[in-house]
């Protein structure tokens, strides 16, 4: 069992930067695809971005494909989303997720919430000026 933990969120201008931080407590978190998604206001959760687990393959939604960046530093049990070129479209509560199982075979992706168990508690980011 994994829990989740987000940081790094704020306020920042359009165009602006922030980096936010996953950091996750349980067991074999470097065989756990990890996944960053997010739910504005009104809307329906989004998936933004996925890591495999080892391999360290990564999937990006279109909307986020060049501004995001997604890793993991499995030796300190989290993940990492860098955002740039941020617009006033991205202002949402992004969270990270866990599938309920370990996936040792360094394949699975989603960017589909469903196939997320675990969750973290959410972080505000706001683009506005």
């Known amino acids: 069992q994994l829990q989740l933990v987000e940081s790094g969120g704020g306020l920042v201008e359009p165009g602006g930067s922030l980096r936010l931080s996953c950091v996750a407590s349980?067991?074999?978190?470097?065989?756990?695809?990890i996944g960053w998604f997010r739910q504005a206001p009104g809307k329906e959760r989004e998936g933004v971005s996925s890591?495999?687990?080892?391999?360290?393959?990564?999937f990006y939604a279109d909307s986020v494909k060049g501004r995001f960046t997604i890793s993991r530093d499995n030796g300190k049990n989290t993940a990492y989303l860098d955002m740039h070129s941020l617009k006033p479209d991205d202002t949402a509560v992004y969270f990270c997720?866990?599938?309920?199982?370990?996936?040792?075979?360094?394949?699975?992706?989603?960017?589909?919430?469903?196939?997320?168990?675990?969750w973290g508690q959410g972080i505000q980011v706001t683009v506005s000026s």
């Open positions: 349980g067991y074999a978190f470097d065989y756990y695809t």
């Open positions: 890591i495999s687990s080892r391999s360290g393959n990564t």
């Open positions: 997720a866990a599938p309920r199982d370990p996936d040792y075979t360094n394949s699975f992706w989603s960017l589909d919430a469903h196939d997320y168990d675990y």
